[in-house]
């Protein structure tokens, strides 16, 4: 347990440091923001034709209400706990890269769900635009890393079931 809480928090450290540097924040944070813009407004466009991506920002061109991603809102401060998780935990490095590409994934489903329904809650009433945006969300976002990590380690447990008999 010492071992993983160790890594975990190395990990987690050293990856927030990155993320945090300006050459990866332009290179990497910004345009990748952009792109879950482009995609909410791909996913809400068959239903809504108002709405239009501009940079990481959706707006609705009728009434010109706008949200913009900002920074701890594109879902990548959730993927790198969760991939600090994986990183920690004993596995074979075939079986943690299929995590990580499969974690990141769904947190950014959950993610796109949660900027299209912020998008909408704006629009309606500003007052549970903000409730949903500072307090259910986040939790629903790190709620999904930690079933995420649950769903990984008992995949990891059929992946090798002699590990868990060697654990009991």
């Known amino acids: 347990m010492a071992r993983f809480l160790f890594l975990f928090c190395g990990v987690l ?4 440091a990155v993320e945090m540097l300006k050459p990866v924040q332009e290179a990497v944070i910004q345009p990748f923001t952009g792109i879950l813009a482009t995609i909410s407004t791909a996913v809400i466009l068959p239903f809504d034709d108002t709405v239009i991506a501009q940079g990481r920002v959706l707006r609705d061109a009728t009434t010109g209400f706008a949200v913009s991603i900002e920074a701890g809102c594109n879902g990548v401060e959730a993927a790198i706990v969760l ?12 079986n943690k890269a299929i995590a990580i590409l499969a974690g990141f994934l769904f947190v950014q489903a959950l993610n796109i769900v949660r900027i299209i329904s912020l998008f909408y809650l704006g629009q309606w009433n500003y007052t549970v635009f903000e409730w949903f945006h500072l307090y259910l969300w986040p939790v629903l976002i790190m709620l999904d890393v930690l079933i995420v990590f649950a769903i990984y380690l008992q995949w990891l447990g059929k992946q090798n079931p002699e590990a868990e008999m060697d654990a009991a």
């Open 13 to 16: 450290v050293a990856l927030f």
């Open 83 to 94: 991939i600090a998780g994986i990183v920690a935990f004993p596995a074979s490095l075939k």
